[in-house]
């Protein structure tokens, strides 16, 4: 790990300050830490800028990755180191190899209170030309202005997910009852469809065969939010935050992990069409 400080980089001759990036996250600093130490995350969350990401090493200190960028082709390829500090609260971003290569970025934090967090983001590129740095700074600022964006609402939506979590653990949970859906004719245009079942939420959803078929809206690696995923390959359900896949008619991992959803209760179609969520076992 190298000592580097925002100082020295600021005095190093070889680099330049390209941009200057400030806002308010609505996130506490160890939150933004868990999404920083977070490198799976980047090319499911952030698809518009990654497609892919290999972790080279890893630790206490941060990561080391090689990111894939559109189109996944090896011209495209670029590597990151990312080193923390965490009693400063502040990280540092270097682009060893690829594109971008010698560019360094500072992210400076200062805790405003337990759910919002001053970020200043500072970009230091090796080029000297002004008017070359004027834009290489503006595409910077803007491609922060949406990560950041888009880290903020999952590091909220996370925040109060396992706020939710932790009350459902500590009350009672209900006994099941069947909940109605009405005619199949008449549910088809509305799905997919989130309901409440023994006060969770599923989603039911129609696959290609046709089949009608319930699943947990409720990712069980980090949380995320599957109530708008898409069904892929007939019934895959892909959580946008990891990219993890589910069946959506087990529950069960098509990528090989040992997560799996929440269990779903069984969609009934009866003789006259009327469609009831009952208990899987009922």
Not at 28 to 50: C, G, K, Q, T
Not at 188 to 208: C, I, K, N, Q, S
Request: aromatic residues 8%; charged residues 25%.
């Amino acid at each position: 790990m190298t000592s580097t400080t925002p100082e020295a980089t600021a005095a190093d001759p070889a680099l330049h300050l390209a941009a200057t990036y400030r806002r308010e996250v609505g996130a506490s600093v160890d939150r933004i830490f868990e999404n920083v130490f977070d490198w799976e995350h980047l090319p499911a969350l952030h698809d518009s800028y990654f497609t892919a990401v290999e972790r080279l090493d890893s630790g206490d200190w941060g990561w080391r990755i090689r990111l894939s960028r559109p189109p996944s082709t090896p011209d495209r390829e670029q590597v990151l180191r990312l080193e923390v500090d965490r009693a400063r609260h502040r990280y540092t971003a270097i682009f060893e190899e690829g594109i971008g290569a010698g560019t360094r970025f500072w992210t400076l934090m200062t805790p405003l209170d337990a759910h919002r967090t001053a970020v200043e983001v500072r970009y230091y590129l090796p080029e000297m030309r002004p008017e070359k740095l004027a834009v290489l700074g503006g595409k910077y600022m803007a491609s922060c202005e949406r990560l950041w964006s888009e880290d903020e609402a999952m590091m909220q939506h996370r925040e109060m997910a396992e706020a939710r979590a932790r009350a459902w653990a500590a009350a009672p949970r209900p006994k099941p009852e069947p909940v109605e859906l009405g005619p199949v004719a008449a549910l088809l245009p509305r799905l997919p469809l989130v309901v409440a079942f023994a006060e969770r939420p599923f989603r039911v959803v129609a696959l290609e065969d046709g089949a009608l078929v319930a699943h947990s809206t409720i990712c069980p690696h980090w949380l995320g939010p599957l109530e708008d995923a898409p069904v892929e390959d007939g019934c895959a359900i892909r959580c946008p935050w990891h990219g993890w896949r589910f069946d959506a008619r087990t529950g069960a991992s098509l990528d090989g992990h040992r997560a799996r959803l929440a269990p779903a209760p069984r969609v009934a179609v009866a003789a006259d069409g009327m469609v009831t969520l009952v208990p899987a076992d009922g």
